[in-house]
């Protein structure tokens, strides 16, 4: 069974920066491209970015060029690299298998909040 662990969260002022990480246990972890998501109070949660198992990555439109995915197959882990934060970014951030509405079950997610 595959276990979600995201970690790195944390109170940043605007224009900060944040990574976070995701561990992934319970599969064979290079064969599979991987998402960040994030859920914002009364939201749809939504796929922020993608990276395939060959390393191609994709973003929404609102966190491009500020924010970079990558991944760590020795590890397990990919990760979130989020510059020039906004007061929009506040959410809660999950890693899951890459899809709009995921692939395995959700991990509990990692609190970023953005102060003005």
């Known amino acids: 069974q595959v276990q979600l662990v995201e970690s790195g969260g944390g109170l940043v002022q605007s224009g900060g920066s944040l990574r976070l990480s995701c561990l992934v246990s319970?599969?064979?972890?290079?064969?599979?491209?991987m998402g960040w998501y994030r859920q914002a109070p009364g939201k749809q949660r939504e796929l922020v970015a993608r990276?395939?198992?060959?390393?191609?990555?994709n973003y929404a439109a609102s966190v491009k060029g500020r924010f970079t995915i990558s991944r760590d197959n020795a590890k397990n882990t990919v990760y979130l690299q989020m510059n020039n934060l906004k007061v929009e970014d506040t959410a809660v951030y999950y890693c899951?298998?890459?899809?709009?509405?995921?692939?395995?079950?959700w991990g509990q997610g990692t609190q970023v909040t953005v102060s003005s």
């Open positions: 990276i395939t198992n060959s390393d191609i990555t």
């Open positions: 899951n298998g890459g899809n709009p509405i995921g692939v395995w079950t």
């Open positions: 319970g599969s064979i972890f290079s064969i599979y491209a």
